[in-house]
């Protein structure tokens, strides 16, 4: 039976439980408040970030993982004994953290065979697919196997949230400053999608209820479901959310994650959405 390793990014926003069940091993991004700089998910946790931005009058900014860091998760799965790694990682159209990743493999190919996918996804849209190819792998699955499955399943996942505030993503240069501006003004609530693994309206609606429901409407539209989560970043609106998605039907229970400091930096505090993975 072949024992491959699953590596992410913290991008991922997997819930700790299911990363320990399934010894997904997760590689870090940084984030920076000013002249601090922090590692995702080792020495700042979802809280920590979104009651740091609120303290803060500075507004986060996130860099890649080096080379290095990936290299290091090849050789401990190497040490561990396993017989290949799979790497899924964030969407490279929004992160250098995909050619870490590669070039990183071009260290060890005497060591261990990885293969590296673009998830062309972010958030719990990557969080799924990694869960999914995760089980396949505990289930003693081989690693082309591995990326066979998880290339299948990356036109099946897709995510879509509100954004609470525009500040964040027009700091982090996604949209126009002027266009954050109008947005403030008239309290439009903008919902942002991936398109082939890039960030893109959604369409817009003028309150968090409609926002809501315009969400979940969504998701109803990829049904049948394989997997279902709902990820937020400190938003007052989760049992909300919740309570819209409750009868849509999953293979799998529905899935609660925090969003991280990651994606958290860009989104701003108060995110909110679904991400799926169709059967």
Known sequence: MAHVRVISDSSCD??????????????SLSIRFGDEEFTDRV?????????????SKTLPATAAP????????????????CDGVIVLTLSAALSATHQAAVLASEAV?????????DSKAVSMALGL??????????????LEQLVEHAEKQLPKVGIIAMLDTLEHLAKGGRV????????????????????????????RQRTRAKALA???????????????????????????????????????????????PTVGTHGGPGIIGVAWLET
């Not at 979802?46 to 931005?53: I, Y």
């Not at 290095?68 to 004994?81: I, K």
């Not at 697919?129 to 081989?142: F, K, R």
């Open 66 to 81: 080096s080379p290095g860091s990936f290299q290091a998760a090849y050789e401990r799965a190497h040490n561990n004994g």
């Open 214 to 260: 315009a969400i979940s409407a969504v998701a109803r539209t990829h049904t049948p479901l394989r997997r279902l989560a709902v990820v937020h970043g400190d938003s007052s609106e989760l049992k909300a959310l919740e309570a819209l998605v409750a009868d849509i039907p999953i293979e799998f229970p529905l899935i609660i994650a925090d969003m991280g």
């Open 14 to 27: 997997l819930p700790e439980e299911i990363v320990r069940r399934l010894d997904i091993e997760i590689v």
């Open 176 to 203: 126009g400053g002027a266009r954050a501006l109008i947005g403030q003004v008239l309290a439009i609530k903008p919902l942002l999608e991936l398109n082939n693994g890039v960030v893109a309206e959604a369409g």
């Open 43 to 55: 020495d700042l946790t979802p809280g920590a970030f979104w009651a740091k931005c609120k303290a």
């Open 129 to 142: 697919l990694v869960l999914d190819v995760a089980e396949l792998a505990q289930s003693g699955a081989t």
């Open 109 to 117: 190919t005497e060591k261990i065979p990885v293969r590296i996918v």
